[in-house]
């Protein structure tokens, strides 16, 4: 099983970048998956959720209105749109993907919820 995040770079604030999560191996399609991200000596952090379902979305308080979290089923897909970037958006961002609970209405928000997890992409924003 791979998680391969893609979509990071170099943006400056108030830019905008889509990161995507392309699922190998096994489907997802049913199984909810989430975003997190860890700066430079800081502990990694919840960014946003889509339930198995899919119907449901969660997302840590500061990115509300800003990231939009949304799925592909048939491309085993998982996508982070960011908008509005901030400075203290930048950190190494994460794909992770919940291998139990098929169609779960639940959007989790702690990492141990998730069985796989992807390499991780850089996202920098400057100010």
């Known amino acids: 099983v791979q998680l391969q995040a893609s979509g990071g770079g170099l943006v400056q604030a108030g830019g905008s970048l889509r990161l995507s999560c392309a699922a190998s191996g096994r489907t997802f399609s049913n199984y909810a998956m989430g975003w997190f991200r860890q700066a430079p000596g800081k502990e990694r952090e919840f960014v946003a959720a889509i339930s198995g379902s899919g119907g449901v979305t969660y997302y840590a308080d500061s990115m509300k209105g800003r990231f939009t979290i949304s799925r592909d089923k048939d491309k085993n897909t998982v996508y982070l749109q960011m908008n509005s970037l901030k400075p203290e958006d930048t950190a190494v961002y994460y794909c992770?993907?919940?291998?139990?609970?098929?169609?779960?209405?639940?959007?989790?928000?702690?990492?141990?919820?998730?069985?796989?997890w992807g390499q991780g992409t850089q996202v920098t924003v400057s100010s």
């Open positions: 992770a993907a919940r291998g139990r609970y098929a169609y779960s209405p639940n959007a989790p928000q702690a990492p141990k919820e998730y069985d796989y």
